[in-house]
C-alpha cells in the first residue's frame, strides 16, 4: 500500500507560478512510476504529466508542455510539479498516482495507475 498526500495548490493569478508536491509513504518510492492528473468542475480527468522511476523520462501532455516539469526526488520519496505561466484553463484538482514498475515507459491513462491522493485545489484566476 502507497499513501500519497498532495500539497501546494492555491489561488494564483494568470501568468503565475506554483509548485505541487506529492509525499509518498508505505512502500519503496522508486519503485513506482509517478503522473500528476487533473480534473476541472464537470470534465473528466485527463493526464498531465508523468515520470519514471528513476526521473530519467518524463511526458508531458500537449496543453503543459513547455510550462510545466515535473521532477522527483526518491530520496525525499516526493513527486513535484512546477507550474508556470499558469493560465485560467489550468484550474482544476490535481491529483498524484502512482504505479509499481520496473520499466521507463510513460503511463497517460488514470486506469494505468494504482494509488491515489486525495487531490489539491488550483485555481487560477484571469
Known amino acids: 500500500q502507497v499513501q500519497l498526500v498532495e500539497s501546494g495548490g492555491g489561488l494564483v493569478q494568470a501568468g503565475g507560478s506554483l509548485r505541487l508536491s506529492c509525499a509518498a509513504s508505505?512502500?519503496?518510492?522508486?519503485?513506482?512510476?509517478m503522473g500528476w492528473f487533473r480534473q476541472a468542475p464537470g470534465k473528466e480527468r485527463e493526464f498531465v504529466a508523468t515520470?519514471?522511476?528513476?526521473?530519467?523520462?518524463?511526458y508531458y501532455a500537449d496543453s503543459v508542455k513547455g510550462r510545466f516539469t515535473i521532477s522527483r526526488d526518491n530520496a525525499k520519496n516526493t513527486v513535484y510539479l512546477q507550474m508556470n505561466s499558469l493560465k485560467p484553463e489550468d484550474t482544476a484538482v490535481y491529483y498524484c498516482?502512482?504505479?509499481?514498475?520496473?520499466?521507463?515507459?510513460?503511463?497517460?491513462?488514470?486506469?494505468?495507475?494504482?494509488?491515489w491522493g486525495q487531490g489539491t485545489q488550483v485555481t487560477v484566476s484571469s
Open positions: 498516482a502512482a504505479r509499481r514498475t520496473s520499466n521507463s515507459r510513460s503511463y497517460t491513462g488514470f486506469h494505468e495507475y494504482d494509488y
Open positions: 515520470i519514471s522511476w528513476s526521473g530519467g523520462s518524463t
Open positions: 508505505g512502500r519503496t518510492f522508486s519503485n513506482y512510476a
